[in-house]
């Protein structure tokens, strides 16, 4: 079992920057891939980035790409999404998500992560 826990959400100007931060704990983190999805209110969620188990490689949604930076430290079992360049319409509920493949981490796939986070809020005012 894997327990992940989110931090770092709150309230920002658009033009801003947040770090979301997802710690792990309950197996060896570093088989873990690693990925973030967001959901807006009255939208679905939907996959933002992803990172492999070294962190050598980096997937991004389309509408973050050049904005986010997703990074992982295994040695201290966490995973990062730094935020920078931040709009009203990135404002959603963020969640950490873990499994074994990378495939479900970018969203590439039906499947869903084997593991979420309870959720960190974010909001970009305008």
């Known amino acids: 079992q894997v327990q992940l826990v989110e931090s770092g959400g709150g309230l920002v100007q658009a033009g801003g920057s947040l770090r979301l931060s997802c710690a792990s704990s309950?197996?060896?983190?570093?088989?873990?891939?690693m990925g973030w999805f967001r959901q807006a209110p009255g939208k679905e969620r939907e996959f933002v980035a992803a990172?492999?188990?070294?962190?050598?490689?980096?997937y991004y949604a389309d509408s973050v790409k050049g904005r986010f930076t997703v990074s992982r430290d295994n040695a201290k079992n966490s995973v990062y999404l730094q935020m920078n360049s931040l709009k009203p319409e990135d404002t959603a509920v963020y969640y950490c998500?873990?499994?074994?493949?990378?495939?479900?981490?970018?969203?590439?796939?039906?499947?869903?992560?084997?593991?979420w986070g309870q959720g960190t809020q974010v909001t970009v005012s305008s």
């Open positions: 998500a873990a499994g074994l493949s990378l495939t479900v981490l970018r969203g590439s796939s039906p499947a869903q992560p084997d593991y």
């Open positions: 309950g197996r060896t983190f570093s088989s873990l891939r």
């Open positions: 990172i492999s188990w070294s962190g050598g490689s980096t």
